[in-house]
T-cell receptor, first 113, second 113 residues
């Protein structure tokens, strides 16, 4: 069965650079979530989209933005990267907008040097 | 964490023993879910319990929910070495646009063979 696909799997950037992470949800899933997970930390909710519209916003810095496109894939754009942005970034999708079961991708490991 | 604390933070047991993990949360909820995460991997949904339910079973998993105390517990019976992972609870708040799943701090479970 198709799963949530994230790319790239690993990304290395320097301070003040920009990064774009991509997420392809499971087909027919209409809700996408983005999470940031630092080492040994719990996943921190960043932002979510339902039917291509921004739905909820969590701890997302102003330097980050995200959008969901007409084909339902989503991108997380990160600018002016800081060392503290180094983390595992997960995308998850769920059907029906009901938050009853999130399917997670394998994540993008971002390292900011 | 964005939602609550989990207790204990780390748990080490022998194979065959039972493991109990607890989670507390802060807001009113529609449902509470438990997820499992192997190191550096995406989270995997285990079980969901709705706010009007008190107990739920799935295989070796038993989840309880006490909405008056805003707490939940996950019991894994007859543990196996393969159960070694981090376990997180996540809550779907009953307010807002409803695509906002918040995770607790997680319990790191080690099952020794």
């Amino acid at each position: 069965a198709a799963g949530v696909i994230q790319s790239p799997r690993h990304l290395i950037k320097e301070k003040r650079e920009t990064a774009t992470l991509k997420c392809y949800p499971i087909p027919r899933h209409d809700t996408v979530y983005w999470y940031q997970q630092g080492p040994g930390q719990d996943p921190q909710f960043l932002i979510s989209f339902y039917e291509k519209m921004q739905s909820d916003k969590g701890s997302i810095p102003d330097r980050f933005s995200a959008q969901q496109f007409s084909d339902y894939h989503s991108e997380l754009n990160m600018s002016s990267l800081e060392l503290g942005d180094s983390a595992l970034y997960f995308c998850a999708s769920s059907p029906d907008g009901e938050n009853e079961k999130l399917f997670f991708g394998s994540g993008t490991q971002l390292s900011v040097l | 964490s964005q939602q609550g604390e989990e207790d204990p933070q780390a748990l080490s047991i022998q194979e065959g023993e039972n493991a109990t993990m607890n989670c507390s949360y802060k807001t009113s909820i529609n449902n509470l879910q438990w997820y499992r995460q192997n190191s550096g991997r995406g989270l995997v949904h285990l079980i969901l319990i709705r706010s009007n339910e008190r107990e739920k079973h799935s295989g070796r998993l038993r989840v309880t929910l006490d909405t008056s105390k805003k707490s939940s517990s996950l019991l894994i019976t007859a543990s196996r070495a393969a159960d070694t992972a981090s376990y997180f609870c996540a809550t779907d708040a009953s307010w807002g646009n409803n695509n906002d799943m918040r995770f607790g701090a997680g319990t790191r479970l080690t099952v020794k063979p």
